[in-house]
C-alpha cells in the first residue's frame, strides 16, 4: 500500500492557524497562502513517492548547490552557487550554501556520515520560494525556503526570510537522515521524535558553526526567524518548552515539557510539533549533564539511536530505553553518560526500562538486570 509521505515544515500549523484567528487582514491573507501553498506542494509530494528511489555512485566530498525559484513555485530554479563557489551578493543564498555545509560537516565529521543519505547525496537548496512564503521545508529531495514577511508593512511583518537561523537549516536536513534511518513515521509520538531528531540535530549544527558549548547555547529553534514585532524568542526552546513565544498574534507557545501535559490532539498529525517538546527537553538534560560540547557525547548517543536503533513506530518509551542503550554500548553500562541519559528522561516524566522496548529486547533486558533497573 502506498503511503502519502509527509512535507516537513519548520513552521507548525498551529502557528499558522493562529495568525489566521488573531493577525491583521494582511497577516491573515500571509498565512492562508502559506497554508494553501504547503497543501499543493503536499499533493505535490505525494505523487513523487511512487517513484522509485534510483541508487547513483556515490560521492565521497561535500556537493552543494543553491538555486533561486525568483519568486516562483518550479523546483530547483535557476542555479546560483554551486560548490567551491566564491559568495554571491544574495544573503539569502549565502545562508542555504553556508547552513547545508555545517549540517553536512556535523554529520560527516563528528558522526562519520557521507551526506543526508550515507552516501554522498548532493544537497540542493533553493531561496525565494513563492512570494511571501512563510516556511521552509524538506521536500524528500531538497531543501525550499521562502522570504517571510518582506512584502508586508515594516509593522506588519511576523517572520524573517527562513534561511535566517542556522539551526532551521539543520532541522530540515536532518528530516532527510531520519527519512534514510529509523523513517519514524510522522504523526503522534513516532512524528514527534521525529521532528524532535531534527531539534537536536538543527541546534547541535548551530552550536558546533557557533563554537559554543551547551551551557553556552541558546537551546533555541528559529531564534532570528522572529521579527521584532513578535513577543518572543524563537519557535521552541529545548531549555523551556512553552516558553519560547507568547504573542498577541502568534498565540502561546504550546509544547510540554513532561509526560504529564501531553497534548492529545488531532492537530498537526497528532501534536508532532508540539509534543516534541518532551524528547527535546531530554536531550537538552543530557547534554546539560554531561557538559562541553553538546554535539559529542550526547549527540553522538542520539545519533546512534536514530541510525541503529529505532524503527519507524517507535515512541517515547523506546526512545528513552534505546538512547540508554546506545550511551552503555559507547561507554559501557552505569558510566556518567548512560547516567545522564537516564536522568535526561527521568526530568521529562519518562522511566527507563519501565516497559519492554520493541527492539533488541533480550540484549536491552540483560543490560536494565545488570544495572539493577529491572528484576
Known sequence: ?????????????????????????????????????????????????????????????????????KHGSSLPGTLVRGEGDPPVSDVAVNEAYDGAGGTYDLYNEVYSRNSIDGNGLPIDSTVHYQKGYDNAFWDGQQMVYGDGDEDLPPDKRLFNRFTISIDVMGHELTHGVTQYEANLNYSGQSGALNESMSDVFGSLVKQRMLGHTASEADWIIGQGLLTSNVNGIGLRSMKAPGTAYDDPVLGKDPQPANMKDYVNTIEDNGGVHINSGIPNHAFYVVAIELGGNAWEKAGLIWYKTLADKLTSSSKFQDAADLTFQAAADLYGAGSLEQIAVQKGWSEVGITVGSTPPTQGDGCLTSLFKSIGLVR
Open 1 to 69: 500500500m502506498q503511503h502519502r509521505h509527509p512535507l516537513y515544515c519548520i513552521l507548525p500549523p498551529h502557528m499558522l492557524r493562529e495568525i489566521a484567528e488573531r493577525g491583521s487582514d494582511e497577516q491573515r491573507e500571509m498565512a492562508l497562502k502559506t497554508n494553501t501553498i504547503t497543501t499543493q506542494m503536499r499533493g505535490r509530494r505525494a505523487s513523487a513517492r511512487t517513484t522509485p528511489h534510483v541508487a547513483t555512485m556515490s560521492i565521497m566530498h561535500k556537493q552543494r548547490s543553491v538555486y533561486d525559484a
